[in-house]
């Protein structure tokens, strides 16, 4: 006989209620078991209606984000057994807007990161003739780490700044940022410096780092904000020292 | 996204709609691991990865595509450089390459061992400044719309809403990716329910060498989380409980201590795959709580080349199986991973159907025969997307406006969602015990090795649950992102795409690559050396035809591995 464990899951279904409630339901406690098998047993075995977003279950997708036990966690990689004997409540992730029981709404995130550039600029694209651009391992080491993000939304539900200001551009997106302009192939970091800075919320941050704690993969959103400050702060320096000359 | 790319390039004007039932960066290539071949380094040439990759594929492959294939892989995996792919480089700064199983020189180029997640998010990241490109985040498709021979649009579910509405359009591609969650123990995600291919079958588009489905060697068990082949071609063994290097038992070559290419870990999937059965039933396997496993030994190669080549091994089994490889033995055991088949594609991605194009492992082009070799899905990917895009821009850009009488063919698939479940009352049966049971029977009758008796029994199994799929119950009755209602269409997708696996093998009375009959054992290019055509048949029954392979260069020979 499995030991057992209580889930004790918000659910919110908007053409039925107008606010979320709690239900528990009582699911295997099994070794190897994460929540996420937890809430598919559930939505085989026991309430059909039960719903949240999953896909990978090896933590590179970014799909099953969640509130357990008040933090923030991939679910596919969050263990039963490390919060027996329970219960586990386990809630949307915080700072948005509520689709349904699990599911919260990304929208927002997905116009900010266009809003950021993140591809490759340059003034002249190379030639595919001409081969690839020379990039050493020690280039490549000053943006790998932002590189990592699997826009999983968790350093988005761990922040202040976000949970105050919705306009704020957030952890994810200006660690990408970072990532294409610490990018040596790349030339868009003035660009974007500018549309950074058009933001509000980031001064705002005052580097307590929670995004960076909640991260799964190690990707330092709150460095990147740091760096990102100083060279804004500096840049606006240059253009009060040398008004033609900065960029 | 690499399709969407090229259509945006073909003809800025042409309007592209990427409709994705997931967010587009958490589709599953996400999860690819080890690497993308592609000829780059000087003593390569692109014959030697053509031959590697036919004779990989037990001569099933067309060789004009793979001739195409091998030739572009280089330029688009550069193009994905020149976007901002981080691809592991050489001390110089040049883009480095790995070996990779079946293939006789270093080709792969990799981005550490997290290849798929960065190139799906260049793709995506690159994607967002194409301002003709649209999306339909967390839109389901359920049905194409055909009229007048082509198809001219899908009939979609927006999850958010609910709402059901047609999006209607000049050309549609499928890159839904491939259909692994037919089977109980997958490397797939659970996104993988082959809804393309189900799709495209029930337009009338013909599927293709359905019954070739990979198994990888080495998943861990319960999770079947992927260890990479990279983690062998770094020059990790596959032990088994005597701590012997099995593989030398089965004409795979001799153990060295160094990899060597096109043997022993290194040699093809199917292989591996089948000798782990052999080891299995010799007793000489180790037993585990799921089930028998071997031994993948990566200890030899200590934590500084498993930190820098392979560290998402390193971080998944410590994360899922809590043992660290620097120190231990990784149990491993072989896990469905890809389907060689799918929709029947030309050179272009067009599909018999006019208007329809699939492309990357939804598609069958085919390249990958009947056993596809490690590495060259991702490039796939890239080189058939684009040439997908590029020929349905073209083709789009001639067609005239779809026709308004598919709106009523969008209503009636809208009254037949709600009437058959939304809406639906009465039904007895439980969605996952049919799911379950789908996915044993095609674990039980086609697995790594078949025959025309379990083949059969399975083929009966599965008609059986179609008919109880009739009776499924439905708890859930909301619009507002309904996964109840998701996972139901996704499991009538996955019986229709299990069925025709069945079905293709039970044809094919031979034994080729990851196909291994135990009632037909050896290779029979008399018959066989052809592609099977599974079309659905009006009444609802399916045929099974065949289509010669295309050979230009390299007669059918032996597969010699390992000398």
């Known amino acids: ?247 | 996204m690499r399709a969407a790319i090229a259509i945006a390039e073909t003809n800025p004007r042409l309007r592209v709609a990427v409709v994705s039932k997931v967010y587009p960066m958490r589709s599953h290539t996400v999860s690819a691991e080890g690497g993308a071949a592609g000829v780059i380094a000087a003593d390569d040439s692109l014959d030697e990865h053509a031959y590697d990759t036919i004779s990989g594929g037990d001569w099933l492959c067309d060789q004009d595509a793979v001739d195409e294939f091998v030739k572009e892989a280089p330029q688009e995996l550069l193009r994905l450089e020149h976007w901002g792919c981080p691809w592991s480089r050489t001390p110089e700064g040049r883009i480095a390459v790995r070996a990779f199983g079946g293939m006789q020189k270093k080709r792969t180029w990799f981005a550490a061992d997290k290849t798929g997640f960065h190139m799906l998010h260049t793709l995506f990241q690159t994607s967002l400044k194409y301002t003709s490109v649209v999306r339909y985040d967390e839109w389901f498709v359920t049905k194409l719309l055909v009229d007048d021979g082509r198809v001219q649009g899908v009939v979609a579910i927006e999850l958010m809403s609910g709402k059901i509405q047609p999006i209607l359009a000049k050309a549609v591609i499928l890159c839904t990716g491939g259909c692994g969650r037919v089977f109980p123990f997958t490397t797939n995600a659970s996104i993988k329910t082959g809804d393309g291919m189900a799709l495209a079958y029930a337009a009338g588009a013909p599927l293709k060498d359905m019954e070739f489905i990979q198994y990888h060697p080495t998943g861990l068990p319960f999770t079947g989380i992927l260890i990479t082949e990279a983690a062998r071609a770094e020059g990790g063994w596959l032990l088994n409980k005597d701590g012997y290097r099995y593989l030398q038992d089965y004409n795979l070559g001799t153990p060295e201590p160094e990899p060597v290419l096109r043997s022993m870990e290194l040699g093809p999937r199917d292989r591996l795959s089948q000798a782990f059965v052999k080891e299995v039933e010799k007793g000489r396997a180790i037993d585990g709580p799921y089930g028998a496993v071997v031994h993948l030994d990566l200890r030899h190669l200590g934590r500084q080349v498993i930190d820098a080549k392979i560290p998402f091994v390193r971080e998944l089994c410590q994360k899922y199986q809590n043992i660290d490889p620097v120190k231990e033995l990784i149990p491993v055991r072989p896990v469905i991973h890809y389907v060689m088949g799918g929709v029947h594609t030309d050179i272009d991605g067009a599909t018999p159907l006019a208007g329809l194009y699939a492309a990357g492992e939804v598609a069958c082009v085919s390249i990958n025969g009947a056993n596809r070799l490690g590495s060259n899905s991702l490039p796939e990917l890239l080189v058939f997307g684009a040439r997908a895009g590029r020929a349905a821009a073209e083709y789009a850009s001639t067609q005239t406006d779809p026709n308004s009488s598919l709106l009523a063919q969008a209503e009636d698939e809208r009254r037949r969602l709600e009437r058959d479940f939304l809406h639906k009352t009465d039904g007895a049966e439980r969605l996952a015990t049919i799911r379950t049971e789908m996915q044993e029977t095609m674990e039980q009758g086609a697995g790594i090795y078949r025959s025309g008796e379990g083949l059969t029994r399975a083929a009966d199994r599965l008609r059986e649950l179609q008919e109880r799929f009739r009776n499924v119950a439905m708890q859930d009755s909301s619009r507002t992102f309904n996964t109840e209602l998701t996972a139901v269409l996704e499991l009538s997708f996955m019986l229709d795409v299990a069925e025709s696996i069945v079905h293709c093998a039970l044809r094919r009375e031979e034994s080729r690559g990851a196909h291994q009959r135990t009632d037909f054992t050896g290779r029979d290019d008399e018959r066989f050396l052809a592609h099977s055509l599974n079309y659905r048949n009006s009444d609802g029954s399916s045929r099974v035809e065949y289509l010669p392979v295309t050979i230009t260069r390299w007669l059918p020979g032996e597969r010699v591995y390992g000398r």
Request: proline share 7%.
């Open chain 1, 1 to 247: 006989m499995d030991d057992r464990i209580t889930l004790r899951l918000a659910r919110y279904r908007p053409e039925e209620e107008a606010e979320p409630t709690f239900e528990e339901y009582e699911v295997p406690c099994r070794k190897d078991w994460v929540v996420l098998d937890g809430l598919n047993y559930i939505k085989d075995q026991l309430d059909g209606t039960l719903s949240f977003r999953w896909s990978c279950r090896m933590g590179i997708c970014g799909s099953c984000g969640m509130t357990v036990n008040g933090e923030p966690k991939l679910t596919c990689e969050t263990f039963l057994t490390d919060y027996a004997p329970g219960p586990v409540r386990i809630e949307p992730l915080q700072n948005f807007p509520v689709i349904r029981d699990l599911i919260v709404e990304m929208t927002d995130f997905m116009q900010k990161l266009t809003t950021i550039k993140p591809w490759i600029v340059r003034d002249e694209e190379r030639p595919l003739a001409e081969g690839e651009y020379r990039q050493t391992p020690d280039e490549m080491s000053e943006y790998m780490q932002y590189s990592m993000c699997i826009n999983c939304m968790l350093c988005y539900a761990a922040c202040p700044v976000y949970s105050l200001d919705p306009k704020f551009i957030g952890p994810a997106a200006i660690a990408l940022a970072q990532r294409y302009n610490l990018d040596s192939r790349d030339e868009g970091s003035g660009e974007r410096l500018d549309i950074l800075s058009q933001h509000e919320g980031i001064w705002a941050c005052t580097f307590v780092g929670e995004c960076t704690e909640v991260c799964p993969k190690d990707v330092d959103p709150a460095g990147a904000i740091q760096r990102y400050k100083l060279d804004a702060a500096l840049t606006s320096l240059k253009s009060f020292l040398l008004p033609w000359g900065a960029r």
